[in-house]
């Protein structure tokens, strides 16, 4: 099934109801376990926290907050290899009656794997409309384990589920008390919208791709609200502390509240009436664009000096946004940078998705000279963000 079928199908059932449908992953098995062993590593000494990618090993005997050497290395060259000795760990670890190796957000590890999950989101877009906040990714294996995360409240977001090897049963319970039971196996997409509470259970060592896509509003709120406190934490000259004062409050005057608080309500009044809380939306907005939803990006490559002798060849997905008189801001895979000028709208007429040229062919197209440093140094930012690429692998002659 090409990728416009599988994406048309389940347009139809978009926020309507639940649907299995076959579809095509955007990786193979082998590439999702090598990401899985490499975002494992840091884990293998103990837990880790605040940090991406998260890793969870859930066993029946709850989740394990240190599970060591019970994670995936190198020597686990598979998932079935690692499946084989989890079974052989001794009795009383837990994995040996089934469990659930859970990595959230660990894709922008891996630019190849990254990149196709986004053009996978992009094509679903498409047909369905781009999410206004950036999805969730997570990759499991897991086997002989019923997972219960999903009963306890409807859920905020909508779920997709690629199932790469193994099988995944769901449990899904309707708002009006039916229950509906969806099994998917390698090579299948399940899909529930909003609003759902589910069991899964992970059969005969389940691979899976989930994406997770935020729909309450709540959620909304709260990454203005993220965005805000940022605002106001920068106009303010925070020491760490948070004031006391005298109790009872005196008798002799009112009580007033404490200069601290009145100065961050302050802040927050200045930083909703200004224009840095719609600037910095429209810049979110804009990278999320450029990454179809699909958060943290892949850092930038390496640096490759540009000579007006090499070719290039334009990628897609370079969003521009205008951000007042003359100024816009572009986004590339997640990453947003300012353009000003009338020069960068000439630059942007040239960049045509799939069009080949040379460094110098550009900038004389432009109406500059053929090493003028602005023009380079925008084609290099757009190089290390992977917006454009050099047809000759990086070389660097005259």
């Known amino acids: ?209 989930r994406i997770s896509v935020p729909r309450a509003q709540r959620l909304a709120t709260g990454a203005v609200k993220n965005l805000l406190a940022e605002d106001v934490r920068d106009r303010l000259k925070y020491d760490g502390t948070v004031p006391c004062l005298p109790y009872p409050p005196p008798v002799d005057r009112p009580p007033v509240p404490a200069a601290a608080v009145v100065a961050v309500g302050e802040a927050a009044r200045a930083a909703a009436g200004g224009a840095e809380l719609p600037a910095a939306l429209r810049t979110r907005w804009a990278a999320w664009c450029s990454s179809a939803g699909l958060e943290p990006a892949p850092g930038p490559r390496a640096e490759v000096p540009l000579t007006p002798g090499q070719r290039l060849r334009v990628m897609p997905g370079i969003v521009r946004l205008p951000d007042g008189p003359g100024r816009w801001i572009w986004a590339v895979n997640g990453h947003v940078f300012p353009v000003g000028g009338a020069a960068g709208e000439r630059i942007a007429q040239q960049l045509r998705p799939g069009r080949e040229l040379t460094v110098g062919e550009l900038c004389r197209a432009v109406g500059a000279d053929e090493h003028n440093g602005a023009v380079t140094a925008l084609l290099g930012t757009l190089h290390r963000l992977r917006g454009i690429d050099l047809t000759d692998g990086g070389r660097t002659d005259g």
Not at 62 to 82: E, F, I, K, N, T
Not at 104 to 131: I, K, M, N
């Open 1 to 209: 099934m090409s990728t416009t079928d599988w994406t048309e199908l389940l347009a139809g059932a978009w926020g309507k109801e639940p649907a299995l449908l076959p579809a095509p992953a955007p990786a193979d098995p082998a590439h999702l376990h090598r990401t899985i062993v490499a975002a494992c590593e840091p884990f293998r000494a103990g837990a880790v926290f605040r940090t991406l990618p998260q890793v969870r090993l859930h066993t029946p005997l709850g989740w394990l907050g240190a599970p060591g050497r019970l994670l995936p290395d190198a020597a686990d060259r598979s998932p079935a290899a690692y499946r084989a000795r989890l079974r052989g760990e001794p009795p009383g670890s837990g994995t040996d009656a089934g469990f659930l190796l859970s990595v959230r957000q660990p894709l922008h590890t891996d630019w190849s794997l990254w990149s196709a999950v986004r053009d996978t989101l992009a094509a679903l877009w498409r047909q369905v409309g781009l999410p206004c906040l950036p999805v969730v990714a997570e990759l499991t294996e897991g086997d002989d384990f019923t997972h219960l995360r999903g009963l306890g409240l409807p859920s905020e977001h909508a779920v997709l589920t690629w199932v790469l090897e193994g099988a995944l049963e769901a449990e899904l319970h309707e708002a009006d008390g039916e229950l509906r039971v969806l099994r998917a196996t390698a090579g299948e997409l399940l899909y529930w919208p909003e609003g759902s509470r589910w069991r899964e259970r992970h059969l005969d060592g389940c691979l899976t791709l």
